[in-house]
Each structure stands twice: as C-alpha cells, then as structure tokens.
C-alpha cells in the first residue's frame, strides 16, 4: 500500500521526486520485511481460497500464472484446497525446452511473437487439455 501512494505522489507532484524517493529507500531500509509480507500474502490466498471460493456454488478451477515468488527463486508451497486445484506454473508450462528461465527475459519466446509470459497456440491447447482433463 505505501508504495501505490508514493507512486501517487510521484505522478501529482515531480517537484518532490527526491524527497520521496529518499523516503521510500528508507522505509525499504527500516521497515520493510520481506518475510512478513510472504506471510500476509500466503494468508491473503489461503483466506480467498477457504472462505470466499468455497462458499460459491460453481466448478472452480484454480492454477497459478506464476507461483507465489516463483520469480523470486522460492517455492512459498501454498496449496489451494477449493475446486480443482492445478498446482503448475503457466509461467514455468510456457517456458519448457528453452535455455532462459527467467521472466525477465524478452523478445521471442518458443516461437511466439508475443514475448515473455505469453504461450504458443500449441501450449495454450495443451494447457486447455490439461485442465479438462483434470475436470471431466
């Protein structure tokens, strides 16, 4: 939340874009913490998955596009217990069989024009049967 409102600030008023970019190192200096926020984040899923998803009266579907700090390095191994739950990357999915990992990385990715985090025809289809595999 601190950071969407020094961003706000940026935009309303360059005048005081080092003030606040000052202020933002240091509160990333003193007050930030890393662990704290993978906790509120894996509670944060975990409270949507139990008692929001699970009270709607429909076939729920849930995969990640990325894991919880995949692009991190880390496996916050968070398991989904509402619906059918497809514990894989679509992020890790779209990058099988090529050198370059990362979701950082750019340009043409598996023969597809759309860069990074995007999948080919042939992936989106095999994705598609994966999950109706899992359904039917």
């Not at 409102?5 to 003030?19: E, F, G, R, T, W």
């Not at 240091?26 to 913490?33: D, G, K, P, V």
């Not at 700090?69 to 989904?80: C, P, R, S, V, Y």
């Amino acid at each position: 939340m601190i950071y969407i409102l020094i961003a706000q600030k940026l935009q309303d008023q360059p005048q005081n874009h080092v003030k606040i970019t000052k202020t933002l190192v240091q509160y990333w200096i003193h007050l930030h913490n890393y662990d704290k926020d993978e906790m509120a984040y894996e509670y944060a899923l975990k409270h949507f998955d139990q008692n929001i998803l699970s009270g709607v009266n429909s076939e729920i579907v849930q995969m990640w596009s990325f894991r919880p700090f995949e692009t991190a390095g880390k496996d916050a191994g968070i398991q989904l217990t509402t619906g059918t739950f497809i514990d894989e990357s679509m992020l890790a999915f779209s990058k099988q069989g090529i050198e370059d990992t990362s979701w950082k990385s750019s340009g043409v990715i598996n023969q597809c024009d759309l860069g990074i985090n995007h999948m080919t025809i042939e992936q989106n289809q095999q994705w598609a049967e994966k999950i109706y595999d899992r359904i039917r």
